[in-house]
């Protein structure tokens, strides 16, 4: 496989990522907007998505250590066409249950299902491509989930806010269909390891091993997650459930309209992810670890302006252009700052550990989300008339966090010539 292209099954894969996640966008944004629709609760809003993480952090590590130990492709295949299912199930029983008790259960399940799988994908990147192409890998598949998340929160808010959630639901349900048919032709080179016992002890061993390496073996993974748990909790948090409060329940748009508006914020969300992926792509050899806090300050720069326009324009479209505009420019910089640092990761760990390492790297900062969710809920909810308030308290906080993470890159950066690092060879490849 040369470096400057991509392997027949690494396109594949990507395709496959297309589709699933188009399915995923569309579903993940249409039912915790039914339940802001019905209840107009940000504090629900914010427990019920704090909530689906839980699934989502107990199922990581299994995700990562299953995806060292079992074929790669045949979890993908596996999920999708079980994530398929469960979409149909939700259609049969949404006139026979409770629909906030049913949306709730069904979110835990999507999140755990989307634990379990993306230690597999990203494990399955190392394998597919040279060491050369980690950085234009990893962003094709940020862009491919990026892509993804631009058309479906887009087509999912026009459905939605048309003809209700029954439609979104099936669409959604064809996709993740149609994903594991794709995925069936996919070659993703598995080497067996050793069983060792029953799978709680293999758990909790890989578990053990894989905080050891990122503790003692190589503690700049370790730093590199302490900052992603901070930003997750004070940034990823508020954006997650102020974004769909703040335009549905704050603006004073009629609510049709709300939705769909919500649907194209989202859409310049992806829109911003998928440029960052691009740059990510286009200027990977210039993204040093040295300077990865320059473009953690830029994305919790764009967070001030947003603040500022709902205390000036509390009630007109000013506000919304103006955060939609700054949530755009906020996940360009924070996606090309996500995929450098998944690429560092991969590169400082061996092929026999990616999959698990990476696991636990996604559970712990998991971890920071439910909490930030659950907490800003309460605080959108306690400072009703207030909301730019929570937003410029998110963007002090994230500020300071980005510049502290600066001075640590800044650190790293001295004990490695550029980002990818050069020290660590390819082991199990």
């Known amino acids: 496989m040369g470096h400057n292209t991509f392997s027949k099954d690494f396109l594949w894969m990507a395709v496959g990522q297309v589709i699933s996640l188009f399915g995923n966008a569309v579903v993940r944004f249409a039912l915790p907007l039914y339940l802001l629709n019905m209840t107009g609760s940000p504090a629900l809003y914010g427990t019920v998505t704090a909530c689906a993480f839980i699934p989502a952090i107990l199922l990581s590590p299994l995700g990562g250590i299953v995806a060292d130990r079992v074929n790669k492709r045949n979890i993908m295949v596996a999920l999708d066409f079980f994530t398929a299912a469960l979409m149909g199930a939700f259609l049969l029983l949404m006139s026979h249950v409770d629909l906030t008790v049913l949306l709730t259960v069904t979110l835990m399940i999507l999140y755990g299902i989307a634990g ?25 598949i940020n862009m491919v989930s990026q892509a993804a998340s631009l058309f479906g929160p887009v087509l999912g808010g026009v ?33 067996r390891q050793e069983k060792g016992g029953n799978i709680w002890k293999t758990v909790g061993r890989d578990f053990k091993e894989s905080l050891f390496f990122i503790r003692r073996e190589k503690p700049v993974v370790g730093k590199v997650l302490l900052v992603v748990c901070a930003v997750n909790f004070f940034l990823s948090a508020m954006i997650i459930v102020g974004l769909p409060y703040v335009i549905t329940e704050v603006l004073s748009f009629e609510s049709s309209a709300a939705n769909r508006l919500y649907g194209f914020a989202e859409g310049a969300l992806a829109m911003g992810g998928l440029a960052g992926g691009i740059g990510a792509g286009i200027w990977g050899g210039r993204l040093t670890v040295s300077r990865a806090g320059e473009l953690l300050s830029a994305a919790t720069l764009c967070v001030f302006p947003m603040g500022i326009s709902l205390f000036l324009f509390p009630e007109g479209a000013i506000s919304y252009g103006v955060t939609t505009v700054c949530c755009a420019l906020l996940m360009v910089f924070s996606t090309m700052f996500t995929i450098q640092m998944m690429a560092f990761v991969q590169e400082q760990t061996p092929g026999r550990m990616t999959g698990k390492v990476i696991s636990v790297i996604l559970t712990v900062s998991m971890c920071a989300q439910p909490l930030g969710n659950a907490m800003y809920g309460i605080l959108f909810e306690w400072c009703e008339g207030l909301e730019y308030a929570v ?39």
Not at 410 to 418: F, I, L, P, Y
């Open 391 to 429: 937003v410029l308290l998110a963007g002090l906080i994230s500020l300071m966090i980005s510049l502290r993470a600066g001075r640590i890159f800044r650190e790293m950066g001295q004990d490695a010539d550029s980002f990818p690092g050069r020290q660590t060879s390819r082991e199990g490849r």
């Open 159 to 191: 459905v939605y806010s048309i003809w209700g959630l029954t439609p979104v639901l099936a669409v959604s349900g064809i996709c993740f269909f149609l994903s594991a048919v794709m995925e069936l032709f996919i070659h993703i080179p598995h080497v």
């Open 116 to 140: 379990a799988y993306q230690p597999s994908v990203q494990a399955s990147v190392p394998v597919l491509v040279e060491k050369e192409g980690l950085m234009a890998a990893n962003a094709v």
